[in-house]
């Protein structure tokens, strides 16, 4: 369970947000410039926890500045204790990014080796960065288009991250990111 509690809180700094409630939320209206238009939880047609994307926008450190991620916890009977799950976030220039959630950090300067495999057939190797003090890990640009496409129509993935003598291993179901997807690119740019 504390994983659903985590990624919300990794989103927040990850997203550039500074002071978040301690209670997991985080806030849609910041202030009165700043508002959420998408729904904070996109459920599918499942009542299992593993269903629900997350939905979230954060004030950036700029004026009028604003993230939108989604999120996933990761099925925590396929994963290792550190793995949190994988967020879809806004970034600029009209780019989406797509993070791997941890809960025990690698050094902020890693570059981890990044093995995704897709339910159904094809895994992938990719050479990945850290983001947010490295809680989490950042793919490379090329991620994103499988989030936009292929991703949408896999039930699940297993991924693994592999930095120096260390390995976190995790799987993540993926119904509901069409439409949890869709909600995210309609929030991108406001």
């Known amino acids: 369970m504390s994983g659903i509690l985590l990624i919300p809180l990794l989103a927040g700094s990850l997203l550039g947000a500074a002071d978040r409630p301690l209670d997991g939320t985080i806030p849609c209206a910041e202030s009165a410039r700043s508002t959420c238009h998408g729904p904070a939880v996109v459920e ?84 990945a960065s850290m983001a947010a003090a490295g809680a989490a890990v950042l793919l490379p640009d090329e991620v994103s288009a499988f989030a936009a496409g292929k991703w949408q129509t896999t039930p699940s993935l297993s991924v693994v991250v592999k930095e120096s003598d260390s390995e976190i291993k995790g799987a993540v179901a993926l119904n509901g990111l069409r439409e949890a997807y869709h909600s995210l690119l309609a929030n991108c740019s406001q």
């Open 44 to 127: 599918v047609a499942s009542s299992a926890s593993s269903s629900v994307w997350k939905f979230s926008r954060t004030q950036g450190t700029k004026d009028g500045e604003s993230f939108a991620a989604i999120m996933k916890t990761a099925d925590t009977s396929q994963s290792d204790p550190d793995f949190a799950g994988l967020i879809v976030r806004c970034a600029p220039k009209g780019k989406v990014n797509v993070l791997v959630a941890l809960i025990r950090p690698f050094p902020p300067r890693s570059h981890p080796k990044v093995t995704i495999a897709a339910a159904g057939g094809g895994t992938l190797t990719f050479d």
